[in-house]
């Protein structure tokens, strides 16, 4: 990837590196990272090095009447102007000098706007407009006639107000072995940044996949990984406590014909005082807990990695299946997992030019 800005925006910190360089420098760090836990051996899938990222933020520079797109800079000290970032999908980058342009001719819209996000989708662009103001009908009414001439959904954000010009949702659209599977992703809600390497991360969990019988999986988002891993299992158990993340999940098994999954709003500390008849829920209603035979659990937690009570919970699996985006916690809770040997280990390159990666860990516990 070329970008006139490295060496100076803070997002991209490799960027005197070849991407091969930066693949060889990220594997000797998890080397390391590794060693008391004895991973030497482990693959590592490559994303494409520009154009990956379908989500993305940027700030809002006002310089009199022109605006610029703003990413912190490298050093730390202050914002630096952009005009494009070769990261987003094309669909974003196509997007963002057209954006701009209407913004910058329309007062009512330029005012005290201080940031954009943008969310893409093989179909459609959503973008959120992020305000230091109230916002009005009139607002609404200018904003409708830029979504409909750049044709996107559009929201407008301010303290306590959601403005929603079409839809604050989109439907995307992801291959999995040659299968595609269809995913309501909310506004604001967590999904893959990147669905070149997401795709790799579903295809290597479901080639893992053995002796299955049902599914037990945790953090289940909006169901990104449980709708293709359905198919391998009889019946699959996710938990999650976002309302909104449970709502979409359920949309996108509409969307696909998926009937065998159960999702739960619930923690693992709850489910845990069910399973062992500690406490009953109401949502728990109508769902036979002794009925499922869990062979595999599944957990794709969030940076802080898995609270100790949870891992101990775990511990009466025979068989984690491990998906981290922060190779300290996963280490951590590995270790935590006293009993278990790592059968299979492999990194995904989500963002080049960064020192981020992602790691899998399939978890086999010692007989």
Not at 73 to 100: F, R, S, T, W
Not at 111 to 121: H, I
Not at 139 to 168: H, M, P
Not at 308 to 318: G, H, Q, V
Request: hydrophobic residues 35%; contains cysteine; aromatic residues 10%.
């Amino acid at each position: 990837m070329h970008c006139r800005y490295f060496g100076e925006c803070g997002s991209c910190k490799l960027f005197n590196l070849s991407y091969d360089q930066q693949i060889e420098q990220k594997k000797e760090l998890i080397k390391e990272l590794f060693e008391s836990l004895h991973v030497k051996d482990f693959s590592l899938r490559q994303s494409t090095d520009s154009h990956y990222r379908n989500r993305a933020e940027f700030r809002i520079w006002h310089d009199g009447e022109s605006l610029s797109y703003a990413m912190g800079k490298l050093d730390g000290k202050g914002a630096l102007k952009i005009e494009n970032c070769p990261k987003v999908v094309k669909q974003i980058y196509d997007l963002m000098p057209l954006l701009k342009e209407e913004i910058e001719q329309n007062q009512l819209l330029k005012r005290k706007l201080f940031a954009v996000e943008f969310l893409s989708s093989t179909q459609k662009c959503l973008v959120s407009l992020l305000y230091h103001k109230p916002l009005d009908d009139s607002w609404e009414e200018e904003a409708k006639i830029v979504a409909q001439k750049l044709g996107i959904s559009l929201i407008g954000r301010s303290r306590k107000v959601k403005k929603v010009i079409n839809e604050d949702f989109v439907i995307d659209s992801l291959k999995i072995n040659n299968e595609t599977y269809k995913y309501k992703i909310i506004e604001g809600g967590f999904s893959q940044p990147n669905s070149f390497m997401n795709a790799q991360m579903i295809e290597w969990v479901l080639e893992h996949i053995e002796d299955a019988k049902d599914l037990l999986e945790l953090y289940c988002g909006h169901g990104n990984f449980t709708l293709p891993l359905s198919k391998k299992f009889r019946r699959v158990l996710a938990t999650e406590i976002s309302k909104s993340s449970i709502a979409s999940a359920l949309k996108s098994c509409e969307l696909n014909g998926i009937e065998n999954i159960e999702f739960l709003r619930m923690s693992a500390e709850e489910l845990t005082s069910a399973l062992d008849k500690e406490r009953e829920f109401n949502r728990l209603k109508g769902i036979d807990l002794d009925s499922y035979d869990f062979s595999h659990v599944f957990v794709d937690p969030p940076r802080a990695g898995i609270d100790e009570k949870s891992l101990t919970f775990l511990k009466r699996f025979d068989t984690i299946i491990y998906i981290s985006c922060n190779p300290q916690t996963l280490k951590r809770d590995i270790e935590f997992l006293e009993d278990y040997e790592i059968e299979d280990f492999i990194l995904f390159d989500q963002f080049p030019h960064t020192l981020h990666v992602e790691a899998g860990a399939i978890l086999k516990k010692r007989i």
